[in-house]
Protein backbone atom coordinates (compact mmCIF):
# COMPACT_ATOMS: atom_id res chain seq x y z
CA UNK A 1 0.00 0.00 0.00
CA UNK A 2 1.10 3.55 -0.34
CA UNK A 3 2.77 4.98 -3.62
CA UNK A 4 5.66 3.96 -5.45
CA UNK A 5 8.08 6.68 -5.11
CA UNK A 6 11.44 6.64 -7.57
CA UNK A 7 14.10 8.74 -6.55
CA UNK A 8 15.91 9.67 -9.98
CA UNK A 9 13.95 10.05 -13.39
CA UNK A 10 16.87 8.35 -15.68
CA UNK A 11 16.50 5.18 -16.90
CA UNK A 12 15.79 2.82 -14.53
CA UNK A 13 13.38 5.17 -13.02
CA UNK A 14 11.16 5.59 -16.02
CA UNK A 15 11.42 1.46 -17.04
CA UNK A 16 10.09 1.28 -13.40
CA UNK A 17 7.00 3.02 -14.16
CA UNK A 18 6.47 2.05 -17.31
CA UNK A 19 6.86 -1.67 -16.43
CA UNK A 20 4.40 -0.88 -13.33
CA UNK A 21 1.62 0.23 -15.23
CA UNK A 22 2.53 -2.59 -18.01
CA UNK A 23 1.90 -5.07 -15.48
CA UNK A 24 -1.08 -3.16 -14.50
CA UNK A 25 -0.24 -1.70 -10.91
CA UNK A 26 -2.73 0.46 -9.53
CA UNK A 27 -0.80 2.32 -6.75
CA UNK A 28 0.42 5.73 -7.15
CA UNK A 29 3.58 5.91 -9.01
CA UNK A 30 5.76 9.10 -8.73
CA UNK A 31 9.22 10.01 -10.28
CA UNK A 32 11.27 12.51 -8.49
CA UNK A 33 14.43 14.07 -10.41
CA UNK A 34 17.07 16.25 -9.88
CA UNK A 35 17.19 17.14 -13.90
CA UNK A 36 14.69 19.17 -15.33
CA UNK A 37 14.43 17.78 -18.26
CA UNK A 38 12.42 14.37 -18.72
CA UNK A 39 13.93 10.96 -18.97
CA UNK A 40 16.10 10.91 -21.94
CA UNK A 41 18.61 8.54 -23.44
CA UNK A 42 22.30 9.03 -22.41
CA UNK A 43 24.16 6.65 -24.91
CA UNK A 44 23.71 8.91 -27.89
CA UNK A 45 25.12 12.06 -25.63
CA UNK A 46 28.69 10.65 -26.08
CA UNK A 47 28.02 9.09 -29.95
CA UNK A 48 25.36 10.65 -32.50
CA UNK A 49 24.37 13.82 -30.33
CA UNK A 50 28.29 15.11 -30.69
CA UNK A 51 28.55 14.75 -34.42
CA UNK A 52 24.75 15.72 -35.13
CA UNK A 53 23.27 12.51 -36.08
CA UNK A 54 21.08 12.23 -33.99
CA UNK A 55 18.97 15.24 -32.63
CA UNK A 56 17.46 16.11 -28.93
CA UNK A 57 14.35 15.08 -29.90
CA UNK A 58 15.14 11.72 -30.61
CA UNK A 59 16.44 11.13 -27.08
CA UNK A 60 13.22 11.40 -25.17
CA UNK A 61 13.00 8.18 -23.86
CA UNK A 62 8.64 8.03 -24.52
CA UNK A 63 6.55 10.51 -26.54
CA UNK A 64 5.19 13.42 -25.35
CA UNK A 65 2.06 13.06 -22.68
CA UNK A 66 3.49 9.43 -21.63
CA UNK A 67 3.19 10.38 -18.04
CA UNK A 68 -0.26 12.05 -18.11
CA UNK A 69 -1.60 8.78 -20.27
CA UNK A 70 0.22 6.42 -17.61
CA UNK A 71 -1.12 7.79 -14.69
CA UNK A 72 2.55 8.68 -13.60
CA UNK A 73 3.83 11.97 -11.69
CA UNK A 74 7.10 13.49 -12.25
CA UNK A 75 7.89 16.06 -10.32
CA UNK A 76 11.47 16.87 -12.25
CA UNK A 77 13.75 19.72 -11.28
CA UNK A 78 13.44 19.23 -7.65
CA UNK A 79 15.94 16.89 -5.63
CA UNK A 80 15.50 14.28 -2.93
CA UNK A 81 17.67 15.40 -0.12
CA UNK A 82 16.26 13.53 2.60
CA UNK A 83 15.22 10.09 3.10
CA UNK A 84 13.31 9.38 6.57
CA UNK A 85 12.81 6.09 6.95
CA UNK A 86 10.87 6.36 10.31
CA UNK A 87 8.09 8.34 8.75
CA UNK A 88 8.36 6.58 5.47
CA UNK A 89 8.52 9.80 3.48
CA UNK A 90 11.10 11.84 1.17
CA UNK A 91 12.06 15.35 1.71
CA UNK A 92 12.41 17.70 -1.77
CA UNK A 93 15.19 20.46 -2.41
CA UNK A 94 11.89 22.57 -2.24
CA UNK A 95 11.08 21.66 0.95
CA UNK A 96 8.13 19.60 -0.28
CA UNK A 97 7.73 15.78 1.49
CA UNK A 98 6.16 12.69 -0.48
CA UNK A 99 5.08 9.42 1.73
CA UNK A 100 5.89 6.23 0.16
CA UNK A 101 5.22 3.23 0.01
CA UNK A 102 7.87 1.96 -1.44
CA UNK A 103 10.77 3.79 -2.06
CA UNK A 104 13.24 2.71 -5.41
CA UNK A 105 16.47 4.46 -5.11
CA UNK A 106 17.58 4.90 -8.72
CA UNK A 107 19.82 7.72 -8.87
CA UNK A 108 22.37 7.26 -10.85
CA UNK A 109 26.30 8.16 -10.89
CA UNK A 110 28.45 11.12 -11.34
CA UNK A 111 31.57 11.48 -13.26
CA UNK A 112 34.63 11.57 -11.08
CA UNK A 113 36.40 14.97 -11.40
CA UNK A 114 40.11 15.84 -12.41
CA UNK A 115 42.59 16.33 -9.58
CA UNK A 116 44.85 18.25 -10.95
CA UNK A 117 45.68 21.53 -11.33
CA UNK A 118 43.55 23.42 -13.82
CA UNK A 119 40.97 21.08 -13.62
CA UNK A 120 38.49 23.93 -13.19
CA UNK A 121 39.58 26.44 -16.12
CA UNK A 122 36.64 26.62 -18.63
CA UNK A 123 37.05 24.33 -21.77
CA UNK A 124 37.09 21.62 -18.98
CA UNK A 125 34.42 19.05 -19.48
CA UNK A 126 32.85 16.23 -18.25
CA UNK A 127 29.84 14.12 -19.75
CA UNK A 128 26.79 12.47 -18.12
CA UNK A 129 23.66 14.73 -18.63
CA UNK A 130 22.00 16.09 -21.65
CA UNK A 131 23.45 19.47 -20.74
CA UNK A 132 26.79 18.55 -20.22
CA UNK A 133 26.23 16.96 -23.90
CA UNK A 134 24.82 20.03 -25.11
CA UNK A 135 27.84 22.38 -24.10
CA UNK A 136 30.41 20.04 -25.48
CA UNK A 137 28.83 19.92 -28.69
CA UNK A 138 28.68 23.79 -28.63
CA UNK A 139 32.51 23.92 -27.70
CA UNK A 140 33.47 20.70 -30.30
CA UNK A 141 31.18 23.35 -32.97
CA UNK A 142 33.73 25.80 -32.03
CA UNK A 143 36.87 23.77 -33.51
CA UNK A 144 40.62 23.17 -31.70
CA UNK A 145 42.41 20.50 -30.33
CA UNK A 146 40.74 18.21 -28.42
CA UNK A 147 41.73 15.92 -25.87
CA UNK A 148 40.17 12.97 -24.19
CA UNK A 149 41.48 12.18 -20.33
CA UNK A 150 40.88 8.42 -20.20
CA UNK A 151 40.30 5.55 -22.95
CA UNK A 152 37.22 3.87 -20.76
CA UNK A 153 33.94 3.97 -23.22
CA UNK A 154 32.94 7.56 -22.96
CA UNK A 155 36.52 8.90 -23.76
CA UNK A 156 36.74 6.81 -26.28
CA UNK A 157 33.22 7.78 -27.89
CA UNK A 158 33.83 10.62 -27.62
CA UNK A 159 37.19 10.76 -29.64
CA UNK A 160 35.61 9.24 -32.48
CA UNK A 161 33.06 11.01 -32.24
CA UNK A 162 34.87 14.57 -32.27
CA UNK A 163 37.26 12.97 -35.42
CA UNK A 164 34.38 12.22 -37.07
CA UNK A 165 33.63 16.63 -36.68
CA UNK A 166 37.49 16.69 -38.10
CA UNK A 167 39.19 17.86 -35.29
CA UNK A 168 42.63 17.15 -33.88
CA UNK A 169 42.21 14.69 -30.88
CA UNK A 170 44.41 13.32 -28.51
CA UNK A 171 43.46 10.39 -25.64
CA UNK A 172 45.33 9.91 -22.77
CA UNK A 173 45.27 7.02 -20.94
CA UNK A 174 47.07 6.16 -17.17
CA UNK A 175 46.92 2.64 -17.78
CA UNK A 176 48.91 0.02 -20.24
CA UNK A 177 45.69 -0.39 -22.40
CA UNK A 178 42.31 1.24 -23.48
CA UNK A 179 39.36 0.15 -21.88
CA UNK A 180 41.45 -1.89 -19.40
CA UNK A 181 39.43 -2.58 -16.36
CA UNK A 182 36.20 -3.80 -19.20
CA UNK A 183 37.46 -5.54 -22.00
CA UNK A 184 39.83 -7.97 -23.26
CA UNK A 185 44.04 -7.18 -23.95
CA UNK A 186 42.37 -8.33 -28.16
CA UNK A 187 40.04 -5.95 -28.12
CA UNK A 188 42.14 -3.08 -26.51
CA UNK A 189 44.34 -3.79 -29.09
CA UNK A 190 42.12 -3.33 -31.86
CA UNK A 191 40.46 -0.47 -30.45
CA UNK A 192 43.60 1.15 -30.18
CA UNK A 193 44.18 -0.03 -33.82
CA UNK A 194 41.24 1.58 -35.20
CA UNK A 195 41.70 5.01 -33.21
CA UNK A 196 45.06 5.26 -34.28
CA UNK A 197 43.77 4.29 -38.29
CA UNK A 198 41.00 7.23 -37.97
CA UNK A 199 43.76 9.83 -36.88
CA UNK A 200 43.55 10.38 -33.08
CA UNK A 201 46.74 10.18 -31.23
CA UNK A 202 46.60 7.55 -28.82
CA UNK A 203 49.20 7.71 -25.79
CA UNK A 204 49.13 4.87 -23.11
CA UNK A 205 50.72 4.70 -19.68
CA UNK A 206 50.67 8.48 -19.34
CA UNK A 207 49.30 10.67 -17.07
CA UNK A 208 47.46 13.89 -17.00
CA UNK A 209 49.69 16.21 -14.34
CA UNK A 210 48.21 20.00 -15.24
CA UNK A 211 46.32 21.79 -17.39
CA UNK A 212 46.93 25.52 -18.04
CA UNK A 213 44.72 28.55 -19.41
CA UNK A 214 44.76 31.94 -20.92
CA UNK A 215 42.04 34.23 -19.45
CA UNK A 216 40.59 31.24 -17.34
CA UNK A 217 40.25 28.97 -20.54
CA UNK A 218 42.48 25.94 -21.25
CA UNK A 219 45.20 25.83 -23.25
CA UNK A 220 47.58 23.53 -22.71
CA UNK A 221 48.13 20.13 -20.69
CA UNK A 222 50.69 18.89 -19.54
CA UNK A 223 51.77 15.05 -18.93
CA UNK A 224 53.68 13.25 -16.39
CA UNK A 225 56.40 12.53 -18.83
CA UNK A 226 57.07 16.45 -19.77
CA UNK A 227 54.67 16.24 -22.71
CA UNK A 228 52.95 19.30 -23.61
CA UNK A 229 49.76 18.80 -26.05
CA UNK A 230 47.36 22.16 -26.90
CA UNK A 231 44.49 21.69 -25.69
CA UNK A 232 41.09 23.77 -26.15
CA UNK A 233 38.53 21.58 -25.18
CA UNK A 234 39.29 18.73 -22.52
CA UNK A 235 36.73 15.67 -21.99
CA UNK A 236 37.65 13.94 -19.06
CA UNK A 237 35.95 10.04 -18.95
CA UNK A 238 38.05 8.57 -15.73
CA UNK A 239 34.84 6.98 -14.60
CA UNK A 240 31.92 7.27 -12.20
CA UNK A 241 30.88 7.49 -8.76
CA UNK A 242 27.25 5.81 -8.00
CA UNK A 243 24.91 8.32 -6.11
CA UNK A 244 24.34 7.16 -2.63
CA UNK A 245 24.42 9.99 -0.26
CA UNK A 246 21.23 9.79 0.53
CA UNK A 247 20.75 6.08 1.08
CA UNK A 248 24.11 6.03 3.24
CA UNK A 249 22.09 9.34 4.87
CA UNK A 250 19.11 7.12 5.68
CA UNK A 251 21.03 4.64 7.42
CA UNK A 252 21.11 2.08 4.17
CA UNK A 253 24.66 0.05 3.73
CA UNK A 254 26.75 1.41 0.80
CA UNK A 255 30.13 0.55 -0.46
CA UNK A 256 30.75 0.83 -4.15
CA UNK A 257 27.10 1.58 -4.72
CA UNK A 258 23.87 0.97 -2.56
CA UNK A 259 24.20 -2.77 -1.14
CA UNK A 260 21.32 -4.71 -2.57
CA UNK A 261 20.24 -8.51 -2.03
CA UNK A 262 19.05 -10.84 -5.03
CA UNK A 263 15.66 -9.09 -5.13
CA UNK A 264 17.23 -5.80 -5.50
CA UNK A 265 16.20 -4.74 -1.66
CA UNK A 266 18.30 -2.62 0.41
CA UNK A 267 17.91 -4.25 4.00
CA UNK A 268 14.78 -1.96 4.31
CA UNK A 269 12.12 -4.25 2.77
CA UNK A 270 10.36 -1.08 1.50
CA UNK A 271 13.25 0.43 0.08
CA UNK A 272 14.77 -1.10 -3.73
CA UNK A 273 17.64 0.59 -5.35
CA UNK A 274 18.77 -0.40 -9.18
CA UNK A 275 20.67 0.93 -12.22
CA UNK A 276 24.22 2.43 -11.47
CA UNK A 277 23.85 3.19 -7.94
CA UNK A 278 23.42 -0.36 -7.05
CA UNK A 279 25.73 -3.09 -6.08
CA UNK A 280 24.29 -6.57 -5.83
CA UNK A 281 24.70 -10.07 -6.32
CA UNK A 282 24.40 -12.10 -9.73
CA UNK A 283 25.53 -15.57 -11.11
CA UNK A 284 27.48 -14.25 -13.71
CA UNK A 285 30.04 -12.82 -11.49
CA UNK A 286 31.92 -14.23 -7.88
CA UNK A 287 31.04 -11.01 -6.40
CA UNK A 288 28.33 -8.47 -5.96
CA UNK A 289 28.71 -6.19 -8.87
CA UNK A 290 27.85 -2.21 -10.04
CA UNK A 291 27.16 -2.58 -13.55
CA UNK A 292 26.58 0.82 -15.47
CA UNK A 293 24.33 -0.03 -18.96
CA UNK A 294 20.77 0.34 -20.14
CA UNK A 295 20.39 -3.52 -20.14
CA UNK A 296 21.13 -3.23 -16.53
CA UNK A 297 18.74 -0.35 -15.54
CA UNK A 298 16.26 -1.44 -17.82
CA UNK A 299 15.73 -5.00 -16.48
CA UNK A 300 16.58 -4.52 -12.70
CA UNK A 301 13.82 -1.75 -13.35
CA UNK A 302 11.75 -4.83 -14.54
CA UNK A 303 12.81 -7.36 -11.75
CA UNK A 304 11.59 -4.84 -9.08
CA UNK A 305 8.21 -3.99 -10.62
CA UNK A 306 7.58 -7.57 -10.93
CA UNK A 307 8.04 -7.91 -7.07
CA UNK A 308 5.48 -5.28 -6.51
CA UNK A 309 3.10 -6.78 -8.61
CA UNK A 310 3.27 -10.44 -7.04
CA UNK A 311 5.53 -12.13 -8.78
CA UNK A 312 9.26 -11.97 -6.99
CA UNK A 313 12.20 -13.44 -8.73
CA UNK A 314 15.87 -12.67 -8.10
CA UNK A 315 17.37 -11.03 -10.33
CA UNK A 316 19.98 -12.94 -12.75
CA UNK A 317 19.56 -11.24 -16.18
CA UNK A 318 22.99 -11.61 -18.22
CA UNK A 319 24.67 -8.29 -18.30
CA UNK A 320 25.22 -7.26 -22.48
CA UNK A 321 26.76 -3.58 -23.15
CA UNK A 322 27.57 -2.04 -26.20
CA UNK A 323 29.61 0.76 -27.66
CA UNK A 324 29.97 2.31 -31.20
CA UNK A 325 33.57 3.71 -32.33
CA UNK A 326 35.34 4.50 -35.26
CA UNK A 327 31.80 3.19 -36.92
CA UNK A 328 32.23 -0.28 -35.52
CA UNK A 329 29.63 -1.53 -33.19
CA UNK A 330 31.20 -3.78 -30.28
CA UNK A 331 28.88 -5.62 -28.45
CA UNK A 332 29.84 -7.55 -25.22
CA UNK A 333 27.80 -10.46 -23.41
CA UNK A 334 28.61 -11.70 -19.97
CA UNK A 335 30.93 -10.44 -17.08
CA UNK A 336 34.66 -10.91 -18.83
CA UNK A 337 36.77 -9.23 -15.82
CA UNK A 338 37.98 -12.77 -14.31
CA UNK A 339 38.64 -15.35 -17.11
CA UNK A 340 41.45 -17.61 -17.60
CA UNK A 341 40.84 -18.63 -21.13
CA UNK A 342 40.72 -16.23 -24.28
CA UNK A 343 39.72 -18.06 -27.84
CA UNK A 344 39.17 -15.97 -30.64
CA UNK A 345 37.14 -16.45 -33.49
CA UNK A 346 36.77 -14.76 -37.14
CA UNK A 347 39.56 -12.08 -37.88
CA UNK A 348 40.58 -8.89 -35.71
CA UNK A 349 42.54 -8.14 -38.90
CA UNK A 350 39.22 -7.81 -41.57
CA UNK A 351 37.50 -6.62 -38.38
CA UNK A 352 35.25 -9.34 -37.84
CA UNK A 353 35.79 -11.54 -35.01
CA UNK A 354 34.41 -12.43 -31.63
CA UNK A 355 36.93 -12.93 -28.23
CA UNK A 356 35.35 -16.00 -25.75
CA UNK A 357 35.57 -16.18 -22.08
CA UNK A 358 36.34 -19.03 -20.26
CA UNK A 359 37.04 -19.55 -16.48
CA UNK A 360 38.15 -22.75 -15.51
CA UNK A 361 37.07 -24.45 -19.11
CA UNK A 362 33.36 -22.77 -19.03
CA UNK A 363 32.19 -19.93 -21.25
CA UNK A 364 31.02 -16.54 -19.16
CA UNK A 365 31.15 -13.53 -21.89
CA UNK A 366 32.43 -12.65 -25.44
CA UNK A 367 33.07 -9.49 -26.86
CA UNK A 368 32.26 -9.18 -30.67
CA UNK A 369 33.53 -7.16 -33.30
CA UNK A 370 30.73 -6.73 -36.36
CA UNK A 371 29.70 -10.48 -35.13
CA UNK A 372 25.97 -9.58 -33.77
CA UNK A 373 25.18 -13.37 -34.26
CA UNK A 374 28.05 -14.72 -32.08
CA UNK A 375 26.74 -11.73 -28.85
CA UNK A 376 23.04 -12.87 -29.75
CA UNK A 377 23.65 -16.29 -28.97
CA UNK A 378 26.07 -16.01 -26.46
CA UNK A 379 23.72 -14.04 -24.66
CA UNK A 380 20.98 -16.79 -25.08
CA UNK A 381 23.54 -19.37 -23.93
CA UNK A 382 24.59 -17.45 -20.84
CA UNK A 383 20.86 -17.31 -19.84
CA UNK A 384 20.17 -20.97 -20.33
CA UNK A 385 22.98 -21.47 -18.09
CA UNK A 386 24.27 -24.79 -19.43
CA UNK A 387 27.25 -26.24 -20.72
CA UNK A 388 27.90 -23.85 -24.23
CA UNK A 389 31.15 -24.41 -26.23
CA UNK A 390 34.72 -25.33 -24.41
CA UNK A 391 37.53 -23.33 -25.63
CA UNK A 392 38.97 -26.38 -27.93
CA UNK A 393 35.55 -26.08 -29.93
CA UNK A 394 35.51 -22.59 -30.86
CA UNK A 395 39.27 -22.83 -31.74
CA UNK A 396 38.24 -25.52 -34.38
CA UNK A 397 38.60 -24.32 -37.82
CA UNK A 398 34.63 -23.78 -39.38
CA UNK A 399 33.25 -22.94 -35.62
CA UNK A 400 29.73 -22.08 -35.70
CA UNK A 401 28.22 -21.07 -32.21
CA UNK A 402 24.67 -21.97 -33.49
CA UNK A 403 25.49 -25.09 -33.04
CA UNK A 404 25.72 -25.10 -29.24
CA UNK A 405 22.00 -23.62 -28.86
CA UNK A 406 19.78 -26.42 -27.66
P1 LIG B 1 20.70 7.74 -14.76
O1 LIG B 1 20.18 7.52 -16.13
O2 LIG B 1 21.97 8.49 -14.57
O3 LIG B 1 19.56 8.46 -13.93
C1 LIG B 1 19.72 8.84 -12.60
C2 LIG B 1 18.98 10.14 -12.38
O4 LIG B 1 18.83 10.36 -10.98
C3 LIG B 1 19.73 11.35 -12.91
O5 LIG B 1 18.88 12.13 -13.72
C4 LIG B 1 20.12 12.12 -11.65
O6 LIG B 1 20.16 13.52 -11.83
C5 LIG B 1 19.00 11.72 -10.73
N1 LIG B 1 19.29 11.92 -9.30
C6 LIG B 1 20.44 11.71 -8.64
N2 LIG B 1 20.30 12.03 -7.33
C7 LIG B 1 19.02 12.42 -7.16
C8 LIG B 1 18.26 12.88 -6.05
N3 LIG B 1 18.79 12.98 -4.83
N4 LIG B 1 16.96 13.22 -6.25
C9 LIG B 1 16.41 13.11 -7.48
N5 LIG B 1 17.08 12.70 -8.58
C10 LIG B 1 18.37 12.36 -8.41
N6 LIG B 1 25.06 2.30 -21.48
C11 LIG B 1 24.99 1.34 -22.42
O7 LIG B 1 24.49 0.26 -22.13
N7 LIG B 1 25.46 1.56 -23.69
C12 LIG B 1 26.01 2.75 -24.04
O8 LIG B 1 26.43 2.92 -25.19
C13 LIG B 1 26.08 3.80 -23.07
N8 LIG B 1 26.58 5.01 -23.39
C14 LIG B 1 26.56 6.00 -22.45
C15 LIG B 1 27.03 7.27 -22.78
C16 LIG B 1 27.03 8.30 -21.85
C17 LIG B 1 27.51 9.67 -22.23
C18 LIG B 1 26.58 8.05 -20.52
C19 LIG B 1 26.60 9.15 -19.49
C20 LIG B 1 26.13 6.80 -20.17
C21 LIG B 1 26.10 5.76 -21.13
N9 LIG B 1 25.63 4.50 -20.81
C22 LIG B 1 25.59 3.53 -21.77
C23 LIG B 1 25.21 4.17 -19.43
C24 LIG B 1 23.71 4.31 -19.25
O9 LIG B 1 23.25 5.52 -19.77
C25 LIG B 1 23.41 4.22 -17.76
O10 LIG B 1 23.83 2.95 -17.32
C26 LIG B 1 21.95 4.42 -17.45
O11 LIG B 1 21.54 5.72 -17.78
C27 LIG B 1 21.69 4.15 -15.97
O12 LIG B 1 20.40 4.51 -15.62
P2 LIG B 1 20.09 5.02 -14.14
O13 LIG B 1 18.64 5.34 -14.12
O14 LIG B 1 20.66 4.10 -13.15
O15 LIG B 1 20.92 6.37 -13.99
Known sequence: TGPVVVVGAGHAALETAAALRAAGHSRPVILVGAESEPPYARPPLSKGYLTGRVGTEEL???PEGFFARQDVTAVLGDPVVEIDRDSDRVRLASGGRIAYGTLVLATGAR?????????DLDGVFALRSLRDARELRRALGAGGDVLVVGGGFIGLEVASAARGLGLRVTVVEAGPRLMGRAVTGTLSAHLAELHRAEGTRVLLDRELVALRGERGRVRVAELNDGTRLAADVVVVGIGVLPNTGLAAQAGLTTGNGVVVDRWLRTGDRNVYAIGDCARFPTPHAARPVRLESVQNATEQA???A?????????????PWFWTEQCGVRVQMAGLTGQHDREVVAGSP????????????????GAESVNRSADHLITRRLLAAGGAGPAPDDVARPGFDLRRHLS
Not at 111 to 119: D, I, K, Q, T, Y
Not at 349 to 364: K, N, P, Q, S, Y
Open 349 to 364: AEGRFTVFCFRAGRLV
Open 302 to 304: ACV
Open 306 to 318: AALTGTRRPYTAV
Open 60 to 62: WLR
Open 111 to 119: PRRLSVPGA
